[in-house]
Structures are given as C-alpha cells and as structure tokens.
C-alpha cells in the first residue's frame, strides 16, 4: 500500500470560484478550524478537499499531483497514501432507496443511522485485532509484554467512561458486556438506532476516533456542532484528541462554542486562505 502519512500538510484548490480565486490552506498535524459567515464557502472547501484525498485513495493520482484543480500534500513528502475519515452530522432521511431495499436492518432510516451501522462492524473487527494483540502479548513470555497488554484496551475502555459521562443526564449507559453497540437505560436495551440526532451524532464521532486505534490518519468534519448541545460543543475536540492523540483534526464550524475550550489558535478564517 506504500508508506502512510502522518498527517495532511496543505490543501490546494484551484479557481474554486468564479473570477479565478484559489484556496491555499497549511495544515497543522493536530486541529484546523476553518470559520467564516454561511455562504463563504467553508463546505465547498471541505467537500473538494474530501474529493482529493478520494482521488489519492482510488490511486488516480498521486499526493502533491493536481487533478480536477486539486491537490493534496501529505507528510511526509514520500507519503503514498493517509488513513482518513469522513462525517456527515446532518441527520436526513436516507434517499438511496436501492441501498435501503438492501440492508436487512430496518432500523436504518436516516444518514446518521447508516454510519452507525457501519461502524458497528468496524467495531467488532478493532475488538478482534484488540484481542489478538492483548493474546499475542501475554503469550511472549515477556514481563513487560504482559504489561503492556494491560494498556491494549484501555483506549476502548476511556471511549466507553466517555459515553457514560456525556449520556449521564439521561441514565443511559454503554453496555459493557455487549459486543456489539448498545445501551442500558433504567434496565432496558436501546440501540444507538433510538438514540437522539445530538447522542447519534455524538457516538459516531468518538467511536469512529476509537477504532482508528490511535494510529495516525485525518477526521474530517463538516459543522460537528450540528445538533450537540452547547457543553458537548465545548469539550469536542478535546474529547477527539484524548481519545486519539495522533488524529488530525480538520473541520468547518461557525459556533463559536467549539472553539472556546483553548482551541481559538487554531482557527482560519476561509478569507485568509483564498488568493
């Protein structure tokens, strides 16, 4: 597959708008915010910036080469490819009709519902190489091995402690023992499927950050804020970086709650990166 980047270094994109305007934006490997008034264009960049690392991923091009006025510039510069991923917050119905006739879970209805389906097998498939490790390590008769065994699935489990404390007003709570995503709420069963657009949106977030398994890749989002409540707002990023310390953050917001919990620095205004 060749050599993985660590993170996303610049984004180009030429004569995005009319009258020949180019976007130039230099990332940093931890957060990038781009602000700016509705209408400025702030999803548009998001979205071709997705469209070029899709292109890199489909091997139509390689990272720094142009296509469709796109380029994507990893790091480092021998990079071949970069791990990301991407999330749609906005909660519509799901219109692809040919993909619902297929799915035999029923439960699935709207956008956020379909990339938690998703990700639940996503999630058995890390709890396996989670697994797989943990048996690897205390079977190698290595001491210190067997400890850092103990620190394998310690990621999953500040993934679940997160999930309590954010659903804490309503009682729910992550099912522990399940293998699968669920909840408990005052003794009963809920799937992530019955949860609210603000929880949905909330538990794709952070699980897609979990099963990245502290590797190194970029999460791009468009407008995270939508639906969460203004704490949950707050304490996003850093919950995402606790999480993954190595993911590279990249998303479009115009709240201002998103950024107060020490994050204004990292804030680009899309005027500022458009020559």
């Not at 940093?28 to 071709?48: A, E």
């Not at 040919?98 to 938690?116: C, F, G, H, M």
């Not at 995503?181 to 657009?197: A, K, M, W």
Request: glycine share 6%; with cysteine; proline share 4%.
């Amino acid at each position: 597959m060749g050599k993985q980047a660590e993170y996303i270094s610049r984004i180009e994109i030429n004569s995005l708008w009319r009258g020949g305007r180019h976007i130039v934006w230099d990332l940093s490997p931890d957060v990038n915010i781009l602000s700016g008034i509705n209408g400025v264009g702030k999803s548009t960049i998001i979205n071709h910036s997705v469209r070029g690392l899709d292109n890199i991923d489909n091997g139509e091009i390689r990272p720094g080469e142009v296509l469709h006025g796109i380029k994507i510039k990893l790091y480092p510069d021998d990079a071949e490819s970069i791990k990301y991923d991407v999330i749609r917050s906005f909660d519509r119905p799901l219109l692809h009709s040919d993909l619902l006739e297929k799915l035999a879970d029923s439960r699935v209805k709207t956008e956020l519902d379909w990339q938690i389906y998703k990700l639940q097998k996503r999630f058995l498939d890390y709890q396996v190489n989670i697994g797989n490790k943990i048996i690897e390590l205390l079977t190698s008769g290595n001491s210190e091995d067997a400890v850092q065994a103990t620190q394998v699935s310690r990621p999953k489990q500040m993934f679940q402690d997160m999930m309590d404390r954010l659903f804490d007003d309503t009682h729910k709570k992550i099912d522990r023992r399940s293998n699968e995503i669920q909840f408990l709420q005052n003794g009963e069963v809920l799937t992530p499927y019955q949860l609210s657009s603000g929880e949905k949106q909330m538990l794709v977030i952070l699980l897609t950050v979990l099963i990245e398994d502290c590797e190194p890749y970029a999460l791009i989002m468009d407008e995270p804020e939508v639906s969460l409540h203004i704490e949950w707002q707050q304490s996003l990023i850093s919950l995402i970086r606790t999480l993954n310390p190595n993911a590279q953050v990249i998303l479009s917001t115009h709240s201002p709650a998103l950024i107060m919990d020490g994050w204004t620095d990292k804030v680009t205004e899309v005027d500022d990166i458009t020559l």
